[in-house]
Nanobody, 124 residues
Framework: QVQVVESGGGLVQAGGSLRLACAAS????????MGWYRQGPGNQRELVAS???????NYAYSVKGRFIISRDNAKNTMYLQMNSLKPEDTDVYYC??????????????????WGQGTQVTVSS
């Protein structure tokens, strides 16, 4: 199977920084789009930032100018550099990856994979 694991969450004061990482591993042919999401209120989950396999990026308006998404394709790893953190950024952050899974001869099976999330807490 494919595993997607986030790391780097923690407790930080307002104005501080954190760097999240998301590593995909397993029987992977390739990884296309990847993105960071946060839970939001209730059960809704919102896009924070996304990045394609070629490096095209997209950001939620609320984090533009503060967060930077990047990836290392050789390591199937994505990062989120979070600067100027605000208490409103407090949430569980999830990694999502579009993965081509090696299942044998022929085309890979493409699936979305979610990590289990990493907690980010920003204090005032």
């Amino acid at each position: 199977q494919v595993q997607v694991v986030e790391s780097g969450g923690g407790l930080v004061q307002a104005g501080g920084s954190l760097r999240l990482a998301c590593a995909a591993s397993g029987s992977i042919s390739r990884v296309d789009d990847m993105g960071w999401y946060r839970q939001g209120p209730g059960n809704q989950r919102e896009l924070v930032a996304s990045i394609t396999d070629t490096g095209l990026t997209n950001y939620a308006y609320s984090v533009k100018g503060r967060f930077i998404i990047s990836r290392d394709n050789a390591k199937n790893t994505m990062y989120l550099q979070m600067n100027s953190l605000k208490p409103e950024d407090t949430d569980v952050y999830y990694c999502n990856a579009d993965v081509g899974v090696r299942t044998g001869p022929g085309m890979p099976m493409w699936r979305h994979y979610w990590g289990q999330g990493t907690q980010v807490t920003v204090s005032s």
